[in-house]
């Protein structure tokens, strides 16, 4: 027979009873899973208990509800923040600012000019909201660096450009000296060829000349090599008096 100790529950069971009060409790108050009292619970948890597995998952869905919770916390504190200054800004100052009550005294009228002229400003200064982590003076040297940067290549495109016609131009006075060139060769052909005909013809004439000089004055026909005893003789036998009579 089990003895009446051997009726109560164990210290393995009574484990299983404090984690089941302790979840049941956080599920009814929805306590904070990260917690210590949650931590030193989930220090006796042995590999293999019931409900091990959902819990981790459970855990873990709300440490990424919170995180998510956060972020849109953080992000409607900004967007809060910007309204309300964008509120205040568009707000004309009243009475009961001491700087403009203190205008007031001075004779300042609301949408006058500043100054004792009237030349002043009437808008207020415009507020420029840093959100960066950059020091004072960093976006004027990223603009200037930015426009260095632009002249810079401002400068490399027109040196480009200026390289490109210059190079143009050389290419359009190379092929101008060439085509000089070719018309000066074809005159130069030209010229030799009527050189060549005019002194050809010169020839001739000088041929006929003397041909024609020894037929009448010698009667001496050059193609036949023979000198005739007269005229009647040198038409009888000569066939010409050219070349071509000959052939």
């Given at each position: ?13 009574w ?35 019931p409900?091990?597995?959902q ?39 009243g ?8 205008l ?67 290419f ?60 009647e ?15």
């Open positions: 027979m089990r003895s009446a100790r051997s009726a109560e529950p164990n210290r393995g069971e484990r299983g009873v404090r984690y089941y009060s302790h979840m049941k409790l956080n599920m009814a108050e929805e306590e904070d899973y990260m917690s210590d009292s949650f931590i030193n619970v989930q220090e006796d948890i042995r590999p293999g208990l409900m091990l597995r819990i981790r998952e459970a855990r873990r869905k709300e440490e990424k509800q919170q995180e998510a919770n956060l972020k849109n916390r953080q992000k409607s504190l900004k967007e809060e923040e910007q309204e309300r200054r964008d509120i205040g800004l568009k707000n004309a100052l009475c009961e600012n001491k700087g403009f009550a203190l007031q005294k001075m004779g300042y009228k609301s949408g006058q000019a500043l100054g004792k002229s009237g030349g002043g400003i009437v808008e207020p200064i415009p507020l420029n909201i840093k959100t960066g982590k950059s020091g004072i003076g960093h976006e004027a040297s990223l603009k200037r660096k930015a426009e260095e940067k632009l002249e810079s290549y401002r400068k490399k495109i027109h040196m480009k450009n200026q390289a490109e016609e210059k190079a143009a131009e050389q359009r006075m190379r092929l101008k000296n060439k085509q000089d060139e070719m018309k000066l060769e074809g005159d130069l052909r030209r010229s030799q060829r009527a050189c060549q005909q005019l002194d050809a013809q010169k020839v001739l004439e000088k041929l006929q000349i003397l041909t024609s000089y020894l037929r009448e004055e010698h009667l001496y026909c050059i193609w036949c090599g023979t000198a005739y005893e007269d005229k003789d040198l038409s009888s036998n000569c066939p010409g008096p050219t070349s071509a009579d000959h052939d």
